[in-house]
């Protein structure tokens, strides 16, 4: 038999279903919904191998609707035309019989792609499940996004991972007829990245290599089955995370050679380029900031430039934009004085707004005085009148401290030559 583990065991019942029970648990989100077949155009947005696909199955196993599935990674607008008019054919508008049309990794789809959807869910020809392991704000249109709900599956945790190996063990007949002990886990949810479905088809791999049907599950053992390479650069588990955390902080560390071999790693692993290129127009702005603005304009062109373009092109934009970024000035004080002023926020409540900076657009509101001793700055020297822009409890509180770099040392000389000693720095 060639159909892997994670296939043979996928659960065809809520009750069967491990996991996310803020959706299909007893009182979960979804759970009403499912039961009785009133569905919404959905995107299910999580990690890989979390049950994305396993939950659209049930959804439509649970309805009895008729199921359709494209991969974006191998269906154009014509394929989705071709599924539009079969589920027309297949269901009446507005009926709760709609066909359900899945779409996997729907990030993938292109702008037209997405559009080529639109009136067939506002039309209710079909109702949508897409699924995607990033954030459907940036990578699904808005009309289409406003037109489904997002229900955010989270990552297994260990006892969830453990139990998909249990339930294997217990439910796949192959497994069924070797003897397993399941002494140690670690190794194997350690390279399966919280990913089930890579968890159960290693799982298998390593029962597969034994000789013996009795067989001890340990880490040594998993690790001596396992090929180290497969898991250099997971770009879903935990080198993920490992390798972006390295770029940035060579990034930060004004090394463009640490900076472009982490950005080899990620592009060798098949990393997402938006991904790269966001991760990199936050740190343009958190590391590098006002000692040089330039550095998010070129980020943000970047993040543009390799959307357009994609690989392998797009490794040339990334590289110029990383050794841009790590030669760069270093600031971090436009960060820090966010996050002081949002703390301050925090502790101090929602403080009144004075009186001269009010806005005054009625007639009563401007006899109560707001806006009423507002000193407009471009009527004075320099633009620059000696007000107060903070709440009378704050008044004063340094938020904004500069780098120390050319540039913001020029900021520094600025504020100090309009405020004088007024804010301490």
Same mark, same amino acid.
């Given at each position: ?35 009785? %077949? ?6 299910? $947005? ?19 609707? *008729? ?21 027309? /054919? ?30 067939? +869910?506002?039309?209710? $020809? +079909? ?13 699904? =249109? ?26 294997? =063990? ?16 670690? @190794?194997?949810?350690?390279?399966? %990245? ?22 001890? =599950? ?11 390479? !497969? ?7 935990? /080198? ?15 090394? *463009?050679? #640490?900076?472009?071999? $982490? ?5 060798? %692993? ?17 590391? =590098? %900031?006002?000692?040089? *603005? ?22 040339? +934009? ?8 790590? !030669? ?8 820090? @004085? ?23 657009? !009625? ?5 109560? #005085?707001?806006? /009423? ?21 704050? &008044?004063? !509180? ?11 040392? @020029? ?10 000693? &007024?804010?301490?720095?």
């Amino acid at each position: 038999m060639n159909e892997p583990l994670a296939e043979r065991v996928r659960p065809k019942t809520l009750d069967e279903y491990i996991s996310q029970h803020h959706l299909v648990g007893e009182k979960g989100s979804l759970t009403n919904q499912i039961k009785k %077949g009133i569905i919404p155009s959905l995107i299910l $947005w999580g990690p890989p191998g979390t049950g994305k696909t396993t939950l659209a199955n049930i959804i439509a196993e649970q309805s009895k609707r *008729p199921f359709y599935v494209l991969s974006a990674i191998n269906s154009g607008v014509k394929d989705i035309r071709e599924v539009i008019d079969k589920a027309k /054919q297949a269901g009446g508008l507005f009926t709760a019989k709609n066909p359900i049309l899945f779409i996997d990794e729907i990030h993938r789809f292109s702008k037209s792609q997405q559009d080529s959807l639109l009136a067939a +869910v506002e039309k209710g $020809w +079909v109702t949508l499940i897409g699924a995607t392991t990033e954030n459907p704000s940036f990578e699904v =249109i808005p009309a289409l996004l406003s037109r489904c709900q997002v229900y955010i599956l989270n990552a297994f945790g260990k006892a969830d991972l453990e139990n998909l190996i249990k339930r294997a =063990i217990e439910k796949d007949s192959l497994l069924r007829s070797k003897t397993i002990e399941l002494k140690e886990t670690e @190794a194997l949810l350690r390279i399966s %990245g919280g990913d089930g479905r890579k968890l159960l088809n290693v799982f298998e791999l390593v029962v597969n290599s034994e000789e013996s049907d009795t067989i001890v =599950i340990t880490d040594e053992l998993v690790l001596s089955k396992v090929q180290k390479n !497969t898991v250099l650069y997971d770009k879903t588990g935990e /080198q993920h995370y490992d390798i972006v955390s390295a770029f940035i902080k060579s990034i930060r560390g004004s090394d *463009p050679n #640490g900076a472009v071999y $982490w950005l080899a790693r990620m592009i060798e %692993g098949g990393e997402d380029v938006k991904f790269i290129a966001r991760r990199m127009l936050i740190s343009a702005s958190e590391d =590098i %900031g006002l000692a040089n *603005p330039t550095a998010l304009v070129m980020a943000n062109t970047t993040f543009q430039a390799v959307t357009s373009i994609g690989y392998p092109e797009a490794r040339i +934009v990334l590289s110029q934009c990383a050794i841009y970024l790590a !030669t760069s000035a270093k600031s971090n004080a436009s960060y820090m @004085a966010i996050g002081k002023a949002q703390q301050a926020v925090k502790q101090t409540g929602n403080l009144t707004v004075p009186l001269p900076l009010r806005n005054a657009p !009625t007639k009563l509101m401007k006899d109560l #005085g707001y806006g /009423q001793e507002y000193k407009y700055a471009h009527d004075y020297q320099n633009n620059f009148v000696d007000a107060e822009f903070l709440p009378d409890e704050i &008044k004063g !509180t340094t938020f904004y401290k500069p780098g120390n770099n050319a540039r913001e040392k @020029a900021l520094s000389d600025f504020i100090k030559n309009r405020w004088k000693s &007024k804010y301490d720095f």
